[in-house]
């Protein structure tokens, strides 16, 4: 690739070292809709020699019985090298993601690394504890590696996703098996070869780059692989559940879709609603799992609001991900730009009044302008549908009863925000609202990791992050011994 200088490789990363391949899967710029790459696509043969490779690393290390302090000096190692090659890896996301170089150095490679940071710090602090019986016997709670976890991340934030299964998994003392989207597949190959540099056992983190329904398959339905844990839309989600019974019961938790709601009251402070509700669509062109796609506003504040937002979408100017400085995102994907236009002109037909946008920018590669639709009924596709784009609905409603009914999603229940300056109102909505996450007054994760992330319904099953994300990777054994 012209101008870039870092290796791009087409083969898996396994037992430490990089496993040549034929080219099977073209990897584009969404920038500018030119290929800069081709990866393979492993096979069930291939997902076997990676699992092997990690239960072998797992015997010849003792990674999961080694004192903890161990596995945490290993990984802190880990996260310094990850650190300090920052720019390499901002750069490598940029070529094929949607994610600006300078957005992905310090958002997702810095934080990267504090999370696996994070993690580590559980290693020698979390673990089992005793019970109380009666006195003729002695009972505990040990808990244990579950040995091989087979991890599936998708295109948006791709290192940073693989700092979410990775960083629990080690440092709860497992091996990983890990596929990457066959869209951003490289940084996940490079934070893999980190770890060998930095120290943590060869084998202990093996990527295979692939499809879904071959190489994802082989993951899922792997008999040596102990539990799945994967991030992607509720489709994939469903079919790996599917996967997993037919082959074989494994434990498995699933991060996926959401279409989430944005509900700003009538008392609430509308410039900082209106800050949030842009940051809450726009990073990343609205292509990340907790959008909040769904905006909410009491009737009386609607029009103001309305041309606040507006003002805010009309700053976002495109930009090649690997410019120097940052700009609008593109669309992951032409296919990916299709399918939100069709659902944007569908929801004008029906009568939607688009507010703003509603059209790809005038430019190489795939952007769509910054999307505001009022006017649409409840049941529209663009209020249903998880767009994943930036595009964003806008109904009003008169009573708090009536937001709270608009803010229910039949399937998801990813988060939620609410604005209001009344605190019993926040305090009393943010129990009823079905969702893993609430924000009040924000949106938006911080940088608090302890908090855990995922969805209610069909939005997942289980956590990333925080304590629960490395409890996840660890299984628990009830002893009882008489006296
Ligand atoms: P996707 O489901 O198409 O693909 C995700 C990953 O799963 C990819 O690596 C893909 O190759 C693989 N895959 C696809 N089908 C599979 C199958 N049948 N078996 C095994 N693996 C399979 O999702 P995407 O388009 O890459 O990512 C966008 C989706 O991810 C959105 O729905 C978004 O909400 C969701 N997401 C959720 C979270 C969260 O924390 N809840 C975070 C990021 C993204």
Redesign the pocket.
């Known amino acids: 690739m012209p101008g870039f200088d870092i290796p791009l490789p087409a083969g898996h990363f396994i037992a430490g070292a990089y496993v040549p391949a034929d080219e099977a899967i073209d990897v584009i710029s969404p920038s500018t809709g030119l290929k800069v790459g081709a990866i393979a696509c492993g096979d069930a043969q291939v997902v076997d020699q990676a699992v092997r490779a990690a239960r072998a690393a797992l015997a010849r290390s003792n990674w999961g019985g080694i004192s903890p302090r161990e596995r945490l000096r290993a990984l802190h190692a880990w996260a310094d090298l990850i650190e300090a090659e920052a720019d390499t890896l901002a750069r490598m996301e940029a070529i094929c993601s949607s994610r600006p170089a300078q957005q992905a150095r310090t958002g997702d490679v810095m934080v990267t690394a504090e999370q696996i940071r994070f993690f580590a710090e559980f290693a020698d602090k979390e673990g089992g504890h005793l019970v109380p019986t009666s006195d003729q016997a002695f009972g505990y709670i040990s808990d244990h590696p579950y040995g091989v976890i087979g991890a599936?991340?998708?295109?948006?934030?791709p290192i940073s996703?693989a700092g979410w299964k990775l960083g629990p998994a080690l440092a709860a003392g497992n091996a990983v098996v890990i596929?990457?989207?066959?869209?951003t597949p490289w940084t996940t190959l490079y934070l893999a070869e980190l770890s060998v540099r930095a120290g943590l056992p060869a084998g202990l983190i093996n990527v295979v780059l692939?499809?879904?329904?071959v190489?994802?398959?082989a993951?899922?339905g792997h008999p040596d692989i102990d539990k799945v844990s994967?991030?992607?839309?509720?489709?994939?989600?469903g079919?790996?559940m599917e996967?997993i019974a037919r082959t074989g019961i494994k434990p498995m938790t699933l991060?996926?879709?959401?279409k989430s709601p944005m509900v700003v009251f009538d008392d609430a402070d509308l410039d900082l609603a209106a800050d949030c509700l842009d940051r809450g669509i726009m990073p990343n062109a609205g292509?990340?799992?907790?959008a909040g796609s769904r905006i909410l506003v009491a009737r009386s504040v609607a029009e103001p609001l309305a041309e606040k937002l507006k003002a805010r979408f009309a700053r976002y100017a495109p930009a090649d991900t690997l410019a120097d400085e940052a700009g609008f995102s593109p669309i992951i994907s032409a296919g990916q730009m299709a399918r939100i236009d069709g659902i944007v002109q569908a929801a004008r037909a029906q009568g939607g009044d688009v507010l703003c946008g509603g059209a790809a920018f005038d430019r190489d590669g795939s952007y769509y302008q910054p999307t505001l639709i009022a006017g649409v009924d409840h049941n529209n596709p663009a209020v249903t549908e998880?767009i994943?784009g930036p595009v964003a609905t806008f109904q009003t409603f008169e009573t708090e009863q009536e937001a709270m009914a608009l803010a229910a999603h039949q399937t998801y229940g990813?988060c939620a925000g609410l604005f209001t300056r009344d605190l019993s109102r926040a305090l009393r909505l943010t129990r009823q609202v079905e969702a893993g996450t609430v924000w009040v007054n924000r949106y938006g994760r911080s940088r608090d990791h302890i908090l855990p992330?995922?969805?209610w319904k069909a939005?997942?099953l289980g956590k990333?992050l925080g304590r629960e994300a490395y409890l996840a990777n660890r299984r628990t054994k009830s002893v009882l011994i008489d006296l």
């Open positions: 599936i991340t998708p295109w948006n934030f996703m596929k990457p989207s066959e869209m692939g499809d879904g329904p190489t994802g398959t993951i899922t994967f991030t992607g839309s509720t489709r994939a989600g079919a790996i996967n991060e996926l879709g959401g292509q990340f799992c907790v998880e994943f990813l992330t995922g969805g939005s997942g990333d």
